[in-house]
């Protein structure tokens, strides 16, 4: 097995992520390797999103992207959530403009049996990738990267993104053992996902929830927080922190890191110091600027991000990201200035 050199594992970002703070938090930016970047639309011109996930030479170099060009303090893995349901076989594709659309969705019992168990010979080019970025990143952390259960569930039974999620809620309570079959599936194809990377070298992972907020508590604590509980613990015996990120979920910060994780990301909805008393000071904190205001003057961005390292303090541990991804539109620039600021709070 390999592992993350050892100065990432001892970087600023394993550290905070350990509950281990040093004199500024790390900080790196969700969708940080994307549309936001000219040099990132210039080499996806012509190559779907599927193809660019599975490619070892432009997944190391869309991921090295931003870390040449910000300066942050960690590399997130360039992927997409329905990488690794696509590997084991499911027809889909990632729209353009819409997102993933999977060709049949999931509807019966019999469906189950297109969704085999994921191994690490469905995707030796997430290992080679990985292997890659971690032999050019040097001491600069690789963060690996799933989504989680519910969320490509959800996906899957809705057949597309979905506003309501009408389709999920009804199966996941007209037929509950359908639905923990079912994630239980998509529990170990992200769990294996997550360990393929760590296994390959990466430092630390994220698992991402899009759609968890569209839950009551107590229904995500019944249906969802098992499974991902499964997930975030198939890295468990591989000493790496877990960050478990999810949009619209300060109803259940608790119930999420409950699930598993060193670090439970915050996003823009909900102020760090409530989140921190919400989590009871046990976890580390990712977050949680407003994306929205990257298009702000530099100084109300600059007052805001002064804000969020001094309320990170309080916690276990703080790693300064958005309170979700990089709006396209954004202005790399300013993106820059945000890493060189955090960085200026800790001289």
């Known amino acids: 097995m390999d592992h993350a050199p050892r100065p990432a594992r001892e970087s600023l970002l394993v550290r905070a992520a350990r509950h281990e703070p040093g004199a500024r938090p790390p900080v790196w930016f969700m969708r940080q390797a994307g549309r936001s970047l000219p040099e990132y639309r210039a080499i996806r011109e012509g190559v779907g999103m599927l193809e660019s996930c599975r490619r070892p030479d432009l997944v190391t170099e869309i991921t090295m992207q931003p870390v040449r060009r910000h300066g942050v303090d960690a590399a997130i893995f360039f992927s997409d959530i329905v990488v690794p349901v696509g590997a084991v ?143 975030l613990g198939a890295v468990a015996d591989l000493d790496v922190p877990r960050i478990h990120f999810g949009v619209g979920t300060g109803e259940l910060l608790a119930s999420m890191g409950a699930a598993g994780a060193e670090v439970v990301g915050v996003d823009f909805r909900v102020d760090l110091d409530d989140a921190n008393e919400r989590l009871g000071g046990r976890y580390a904190l990712q977050g949680n600027l407003d994306p929205a205001l990257l298009f702000a003057p530099w100084e109300v961005i600059e007052a805001h991000v002064r804000r969020i390292v001094t309320q990170g303090r309080a916690a276990a541990g703080h790693i300064l990201n958005l309170g979700h991804g990089v709006p396209p539109e954004t202005d790399p620039d300013v993106l820059t200035r945000i890493v060189e600021l955090v960085k200026s709070l800790g001289e």
């Open 89 to 231: 076989g499911i027809d889909l594709d990632i729209v353009p403009g819409v997102g993933p659309v999977v060709a049949q969705p999931v509807a019966t019992r019999a469906d189950l049996d297109r969704l085999p168990e994921l191994t690490g010979e469905h995707v030796p080019d997430i290992t080679e990738s990985v292997r890659l970025l971690v032999a050019e990143l040097g001491d600069t952390p690789l963060i690996g990267f799933a989504g989680a259960p519910f969320t490509l569930a959800s996906y899957l039974v809705e057949g597309g993104p979905s506003k309501t999620h009408a389709r999920t809620k009804a199966l996941m309570h007209a037929d509950p053992a359908l639905w923990h079959d079912l994630c239980a599936r998509l529990a170990q194809i992200s769990g294996e996902f997550l360990r393929v990377q760590v296994e390959a070298g990466a430092s630390a992972v994220q698992l991402f929830d899009s759609w968890a907020g569209a839950l009551s508590r107590r229904d995500y604590e019944e249906f969802v927080q098992p499974h991902s509980r499964v997930a």
